[in-house]
């Protein structure tokens, strides 16, 4: 059916950037184009929303406190999704998951029926 695999995560020191890649695969994804987002859960805490972009990469939407240092894109060649990070913070740390919402473009959690099984991502001060 369908397989979302994240890639990119890793130990990064503050300051620093990564970027994360969630290939998508299956025959889901491979008719039309689903808006994508990434989330994220730190230890102890819930998972929370952290971007999304609609199908056609034109409109991207992120949590309030990460605008300005994260961005997402996709190319819908590769069927790939992007999250490029900037200026990581230590609070940045966290298992990092992309998901797929069928249904409806939004950024809540429960709108994403596709997981994949998400990327460390590690930030050290």
């Known amino acids: 059916q369908g397989q979302l695999v994240e890639s990119g995560g890793g130990l990064v020191q503050a300051g620093g950037s990564l970027r994360l890649s969630c290939a998508a695969s299956?025959?889901?994804?491979?008719?039309?184009?689903?808006?994508m987002g990434w989330f994220r859960q730190a230890p102890g805490k819930e998972r929370e929303f952290v971007a999304t972009?609609?199908?056609?990469?034109?409109?991207?939407y992120y949590a309030d406190s990460l605008k300005g240092r994260f961005t997402i894109s996709r190319d819908n060649a590769k069927n790939t999704v992007y999250l490029q990070m900037n200026s990581l913070k230590p609070e940045d740390t966290a298992v990092y998951y992309c998901?797929?919402?069928?249904?409806?473009?939004?950024?809540?959690?429960?709108?994403?029926?596709?997981w994949g099984q998400g990327t460390q991502v590690t930030v050290s001060s």
């Open positions: 972009v609609n199908g056609i990469g034109t409109t991207a």
């Open positions: 998901a797929a919402a069928p249904l409806n473009w939004s950024s809540r959690i429960r709108d994403y029926a596709y």
């Open positions: 299956g025959q889901t994804f491979s008719r039309n184009p689903m808006p």
